[in-house]
């Protein structure tokens, strides 16, 4: 495995942990608002190999609690629940950071208790799920499958959307409602641009639109919250 990214130390990747966040290459979406599309698109250039990091972890024994594994999509790799392993060897937490199209993969690691938290990405309502992730004529059933093994799970996790305004309005948060209806954890993110996203023409909602939207999930989704606003 080749390590793309590494966040030496957080407090903000992995809840109430101290974490070191690692990113690995590759997705499967295409999201126009995406903050490392550098991992998307192929252009970024590998940081360091699997030794390496795995040398880092071992001088951070007793200082961090957890990792988190990032990108692009974790999930894309085979050879995730070996990496995990030897971070779990080492006696470190492990949270996962996924888009959710990867139901087998993530079946197989929470039957294995390899992760400890997951955090899936909502894009959307179902509607409009394929335009919001830059793949019109995708097929929506693997996240489908990753909300129900996630809800249905012994794990710790989190639902997360990341709002944009031109992609979401109040239609979209009473269809997400329906699809999450009673999840433990779901977070509204406010987009917030940077130069490196693939679509600048994009914006953030107004902290009252994302209010609002809290109101209109409240019926399905009382745990529902905003981060970072
Ligand atoms: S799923 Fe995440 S990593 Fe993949 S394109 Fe979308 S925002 Fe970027």
Same mark, same amino acid.
């Given at each position: 495995?080749?390590?793309?990214?590494?966040?030496?130390?957080? +407090?903000? %990747?992995?809840?109430?942990?101290?974490? =070191?966040?690692? /990113? &690995?290459?590759?997705? #499967?979406?295409?999201?126009?608002?995406?903050?490392?599309?550098?991992?998307?698109?192929?252009?970024?250039?590998?940081?360091?190999?699997?030794?390496?990091?795995?040398?880092?972890?071992?001088?951070?024994?007793?200082?961090?609690?957890?990792?988190?594994?990032?990108?692009?999509?974790?999930?894309?790799?085979?050879? +995730?629940? %070996?990496?995990?392993?030897?971070?779990? =060897?080492?006696? /470190? &937490?492990?949270?996962? #950071?996924?888009?959710?199209?990867?139901p087998e993969m993530l079946l197989s690691l929470i039957e294995e208790h390899l992760v400890?938290?997951?955090?899936?990405?909502?894009?959307?309502?179902?509607?409009?799920?394929?335009?919001?992730?830059?793949?019109?004529?995708?097929?929506?059933?693997?996240?489908?499958?990753?909300?129900?093994?996630?809800?249905?799970?012994?794990?710790?996790?989190?639902?997360?959307?990341?709002?944009?305004?031109?992609?979401?309005?109040?239609?979209?948060?009473?269809?997400?409602?329906?699809?999450?209806?009673?999840?433990?954890?779901?977070?509204?993110?406010?987009?917030?641009?940077?130069?490196?996203?693939?679509?600048?023409?994009?914006?953030?909602p107004s902290k009252e639109e994302l209010k609002q939207y809290l109101v209109v999930l409240?019926?399905?989704?009382?745990?529902?919250?905003?981060?970072?606003?």
């Amino acid at each position: 495995m080749q390590i793309y990214g590494l966040q030496k130390m957080t +407090l903000l %990747d992995y809840p109430e942990h101290v974490a =070191a966040t690692v /990113f &690995l290459n590759g997705c #499967d979406f295409k999201c126009p608002y995406c903050h490392n599309f550098e991992l998307v698109d192929g252009t970024a250039r590998p940081l360091m190999e699997e030794e390496e990091f795995f040398s880092f972890l071992g001088k951070r024994k007793g200082i961090l609690d957890g990792i988190a594994i990032s990108g692009g999509e974790p999930c894309l790799h085979r050879e +995730l629940p %070996d990496f995990i392993r030897r971070i779990r =060897a080492m006696g /470190f &937490l492990v949270k996962l #950071d996924t888009n959710g199209y990867h139901p087998e993969m993530l079946l197989s690691l929470i039957e294995e208790h390899l992760v400890d938290y997951v955090a899936m990405d909502i894009k959307n309502s179902f509607t409009k799920y394929g335009i919001t992730v830059g793949v019109p004529k995708l097929d929506t059933e693997p996240v489908r499958r990753s909300i129900d093994i996630l809800m249905n799970s012994d794990r710790d996790y989190e639902f997360r959307t990341t709002v944009v305004k031109e992609f979401h309005d109040e239609k979209d948060f009473e269809e997400i409602g329906e699809m999450i209806r009673g999840a433990k954890k779901y977070f509204l993110q406010q987009y917030t641009c940077r130069d490196t996203v693939p679509d600048q023409t994009l914006n953030p909602p107004s902290k009252e639109e994302l209010k609002q939207y809290l109101v209109v999930l409240s019926k399905n989704v009382p745990n529902a919250r905003l981060r970072g606003v």
